[in-house]
């Protein structure tokens, strides 16, 4: 999803520096983005950092490891972190950034790479007034729907409640489309009265269509969406919050891994359940 959202960055008249170890730093040097060997370099000579990395390890190691950007970034700088992390990170990430002069926020996106390619992304953003105002020229080149929530880390958690929500729907429109099926009556015309009553979704739209064509090319790939629902129960069992639809759903996604499909998207989720089912 970075490099959609950089070229968008790109084409909007931003000077974009990207790490030469990214695996999209020769298709972004070619569109004009500079290089920069270490993430400390990188900081060194941008005033805004922006990070998206698949957990709270990776960001944690870009911003605290060896040539980390805590090492580069300097007062009056800027830091977005547009990652799916666990909330907890994000509150040891600001605390250290706000003791060199550093703001930050926590910037989840929702959408997926279609979302990215097409600059329609929906996002959820932690932070202070004066930091997101700073940023919201550059949301605007990447996103549609861009929300500051309240303080540091309310992104995150709002990302949290984004993925339950999702989560649980793909499971409600799996169940439904492959009860249809079992009962032999012709799906898509399933599909389309239900997109036109209470239970349309995106979800119903999207999603149903794969299942409808077996199509399970990651758009998100279940692995990422599971380490995203762990961050929902733990940031739940932190709070004292039960969630036991999001339990019931994370245990499914732990059988499609176990069984070897965590690269499929999680829509894939229609395509175990029609197994269970005894659907081909």
Do not use: W
Not at 222 to 249: C, E, F, W, Y
């Amino acid at each position: 999803m970075g490099k959609p959202m950089s070229l968008h960055l790109l084409k909007g008249g931003y000077e974009v520096t990207v790490l030469n170890s990214s695996a999209s730093a020769e298709v972004l040097a070619n569109e004009g983005a500079k290089l920069a060997p270490s993430p400390a370099e990188l900081a060194k000579n941008c005033d805004v950092v922006i990070t998206c990395l698949p957990d709270s390890p990776e960001v944690e190691a870009i911003v605290f490891g060896k040539e980390g950007l805590i090492k580069g970034l300097t007062a009056g700088s800027l830091f977005i972190d547009m990652s799916t992390i666990s909330p907890s990170t994000t509150a040891s990430i600001y605390e250290a950034l706000s003791k060199l002069g550093v703001e930050s926020l926590d910037a989840p996106v929702s959408g997926g790479e279609g979302g990215a390619i097409s600059a329609s992304l929906s996002i959820m953003v932690g932070g202070s007034q004066s930091a997101f105002d700073r940023a919201l020229p550059i949301f605007e080149k990447m996103g549609k729907n861009i929300v500051r929530i309240g303080e540091s880390g309310a992104g995150q958690v709002t990302k949290a409640c984004n993925q339950i929500v999702v989560g649980l729907t793909i499971q409600a429109v799996a169940e439904s489309l492959n009860l249809a099926k079992k009962a032999g009556v012709d799906v898509a015309k399933v599909r389309e009265a239900l997109l036109g009553g209470f239970a349309q979704s995106k979800i119903m739209e999207v999603h149903g269509q794969r299942f409808l064509e077996s199509n399970y090319t990651p758009g998100f790939k279940i692995n990422l969406h599971r380490k995203d629902m762990n961050i929902a129960l733990q940031t739940g069992k932190d709070l004292s919050v039960p969630l036991p639809g999001s339990a019931l759903v994370a245990s499914q996604m732990d059988a499609l891994i176990a069984t070897g499909g965590g690269e499929l998207d999680h829509s894939a989720l229609a395509f175990m359940l029609g197994k269970l089912s005894g659907i081909e």
